[in-house]
């Protein structure tokens, strides 16, 4: 059965920094875009970043811009999100997810969430004083 399998996620203060991996199990990653998603309570599932199959480009929501970095590495089947600068609002459930439902699914352009299956189920992300 394919799935992702979220790590990393801790509580930390504002400042500090993360490192979250994704795990993929019964799939290659490597044909497909990949794409990390976040859900803080009350919030709608908001998109983070994105990134593409052989890791030649990726994206930033405009919140994460220039703290966040996603990489890739493709032999061993695993994305990475690292997490610089952390604010109280980046607080919520870090997701990731495969875009394999799109004609487009090696990249991330014009990607929306409902491009994306393999969900796992999460790590939580707790910037808090």
């Known amino acids: 059965q394919a799935q992702f399998v979220e790590s990393g996620g801790g509580s930390v203060q504002p400042g500090g920094s993360l490192r979250l991996s994704c795990a993929a199990s019964?799939?290659?990653?490597?044909?497909?875009?990949i794409g990390w998603f976040r859900q803080a309570p009350g919030k709608e599932r908001e998109g983070v970043s994105c990134?593409?199959?052989?890791?030649?480009?990726?994206n930033y929501s405009d919140s994460v811009k220039g703290r966040f970095t996603v990489s890739r590495d493709n032999a061993k089947n695993t994305v990475y999100l690292q997490m610089n600068s952390l604010k109280p609002e980046d607080t919520a459930v870090y997701y990731c997810a495969a875009r394999v439902l799109s004609v487009l699914y090696r990249t991330c352009d014009n990607a929306v969430a409902d491009d994306f299956v393999y969900w796992g189920r999460g790590t939580q992300v707790t910037v808090t004083e």
């Open positions: 019964g799939f290659t990653t490597e044909h497909y875009a």
């Open positions: 990134i593409s199959g052989r890791g030649i480009s990726s």
